[in-house]
């Protein structure tokens, strides 16, 4: 069946360092899409990547799609306290609108 | 306008009671989700709903658990004789294609 795996698992870092989530998806991917969850909090959508090699960038934040649209990574550089949060990617199942979602990235920032 | 609603916040049963969730979506938008996380876990997809069907149910247990969408009024997710491994945040969404999901804040529930 589908698999969309996430690495690291967990991942602490200094404040100011940089951050890095890797995810894998056992399928080709029509789209990937990205999520942020802070803790105690739900899921907020951060992004859509469609294109094989696409790369988009919101501030200190970079995604990327594989060429074979099989995995993506998100990239944040200089990593502030807010940043902390558990860092999810989805794919989209193979029945239709629903996403399949990784096993996340818990990230937390030491200041 | 506003977002994915969902109420209670925290719902705290016994064992053997039934839980309901309610999902109000975000205006506009007629795809409903539901998915459940348990603690320090990922997000497990249980339905997908439109007004009055459910489109894939494949992630639901297949006993105790059922949703609606019905034509009037919030999603409803029912969980029947709750039991301990039932306890976990419940998140409901919903999106507009091609958007990501725009999820509610979550029940919390907890089984005694």
């Known amino acids: 069946g589908q698999q969309v795996m996430q690495i690291p698992q967990y991942q602490h870092v200094q404040e100011g360092e940089d951050f890095t989530t890797y995810c894998n998806s056992s399928t080709t991917l029509s789209n990937i899409q990205w999520y942020k969850q802070r803790p105690g909090g739900h899921p907020v959508f951060l992004i859509q990547l469609v294109k094989s090699g696409e790369v988009k960038k919101q501030k200190r934040l970079t995604f990327q799609f594989g060429e074979a649209k099989k995995n993506s990574s998100l990239h944040i550089t200089a990593t502030q306290t807010t940043d902390v949060g558990t860092y999810f990617c989805a794919g989209p199942m193979d029945t239709g609108n629903q996403f399949y979602f990784g096993t996340g990235t818990s990230l937390t920032v030491i200041p | ?112």
């Open chain 2, 1 to 112: 306008n506003a977002g994915v609603m969902q109420n209670p916040r925290h719902l705290v049963r016994r064992r053997g009671q039934e839980a309901r969730l309610r999902c109000s979506p975000m205006k506009g938008h007629s795809h409903v989700y539901w998915y459940r996380q348990l603690p320090e876990e990922g997000l497990k997809f249980m339905v997908y709903l439109q007004k009055e069907n459910i489109i894939d149910e494949s992630g639901m247990p297949k006993e105790r658990f059922s949703a609606e969408f019905p034509k009037e009024g919030p999603s409803i997710l029912r969980i029947q004789q709750v039991v301990r491994g039932d306890s976990a945040a419940y998140f409901c969404a919903s999106s507009i294609r091609p958007m990501g999901y725009t999820f509610g804040s979550g029940t919390r529930l907890t089984v005694v």
